[in-house]
């Protein structure tokens, strides 16, 4: 039988045809799958950037700390405040302390004001003095005393005086602090030169303060005020200075406690409107004794106080070691 040769042709073709489909799909099929691993990367997030770090912020510059004091100037010590008051020279008039050839006498006057709690202890001994470099000798013949126990609240004013060559340049007084960890502080002598600095009076009266007549319960200890009043010397050596008097309060003691106790005139303090006085340690009769349980020491103690003053009190130091005091009042 013959076959029609169109027939076989067409036949031919459409199975051509057929083949290349197959071709295609596939080929339609694979590129589908890339598409969509295309889509699943495009899908994942970017990782975000990490913030750039913040610059550090540049230290604060430190404050300078001053080296050396001059007149004028007030610094505080823990608690303790320190005025520069003033600056000069030292006249003798006694002409058996005269300084020696070619040395004068200079003197600095600070004023101390304790705004702590606890008790602050001033000595002319913790100062030294320097003429160029030289150390210089301390002169005690001044008489407007620094030495001091300052409670809370009180103050002192006072001069320390040195011998220093007539032709120093330069002089510097070095004060070393009671408190531990203290650096020393320098104050420059500066000539005659004078701040103007006056003491603030303080006129608070103590709310406990005890009065003449009464007895008080101290560490171990009674105390009975006897009697208070102005002790006139008959020594010419011993008189107060112009615009000043002596007062004296006579105490009595009494060992309550079960070992000796010390009783002395060097545990009373006096202040007069807020500011440390002299004490006067030459009567025959001054507080001074050891005494054992259920014995008595009776004695007196004298203090230098202005003419002018309002408030006048004396303050006993009763414990030592937590600067517990009993106070007593004069006026």
């Known amino acids: 039988m013959k076959i029609n040769r169109q027939i076989l042709v067409a036949a031919l073709l459409t ?13 339609d099929s694979g590129s589908g799958k890339l598409d969509k691993g295309n889509q699943a990367q495009e899908q994942v997030a970017a990782p975000e950037p990490e913030p750039e770090p913040e610059p550090e912020p540049e230290p604060e510059p430190e ?20 005025v520069y008051v003033a600056s000069g020279e030292h006249v003798e008039e006694n002409q058996f302390l005269q300084p020696k ?12 004001i304790n705004g702590s709690k606890a ?15 030289y150390a210089a000798d301390a002169y005690y013949g001044g008489d407007d005393s620094l030495s001091a126990t300052l409670s809370s609240g009180r103050s002192t004013m006072g001069s320390i005086y040195f011998e220093v060559p007539a032709d120093a340049s330069e002089i510097e007084i070095e004060y070393t602090p009671t408190s531990l960890f203290s ?10 030169a004078d701040s103007g600095y006056v003491l603030e009076a303080n006129n608070g009266r103590a709310e406990d303060a005890v ?25 010419m050596f011993a008189e107060p200075k112009d615009g000043y008097h002596f007062v004296s309060l ?9 070992s000796d106790a010390i009783v002395s005139s060097f545990s009373f303090d006096c202040f007069a409107d807020g500011a440390a006085c002299d004490a006067v340690f030459y009567r025959d009769d001054d507080l001074s004794a050891t005494i054992s349980p259920g014995r008595k020491a009776k004695g007196t103690v004298t203090f230098e106080v202005p003419d ?17 005091r009993i106070t007593f009042t004069v006026q």
Do not use: H
């Not at 050839?101 to 101390?112: E, V």
């Not at 008790?119 to 470099?133: L, M, P, Q, R, V």
């Not at 650096?183 to 005659?192: N, P, R, S, V």
């Not at 002018?308 to 517990?324: K, L, M």
């Open 183 to 192: 650096d020393k502080i320098t104050f420059a002598f500066e000539g005659e």
């Open 211 to 235: 009065s003449v007549g009464e007895t008080v319960e101290g560490t171990g200890v009674a105390i009975t005020y006897l009697s208070c009043g102005t002790w006139e010397s008959d020594n």
């Open 119 to 133: 008790d602050k202890g001033i000595s002319i001994y913790n100062f030294e003095c320097y003429a160029d470099g």
């Open 101 to 112: 050839d070619g040395n004068k006498y200079i003197f600095i006057k600070l004023a101390f």
């Open 15 to 27: 199975g051509a045809l057929a083949l290349v489909g197959c071709g295609g799909s596939s080929s």
């Open 63 to 82: 404050e300078a700390v001053q080296s050396v004091y001059r007149v004028g100037d007030t610094l505080d010590d823990g608690g303790l405040q320190i």
């Open 308 to 324: 002018d003053a309002e408030v006048i009190e004396v303050e006993y130091e009763d414990n030592y070691w937590t600067s517990s």
């Open 250 to 258: 006579e105490l009595e003691f009494e060992n309550t406690g079960s």
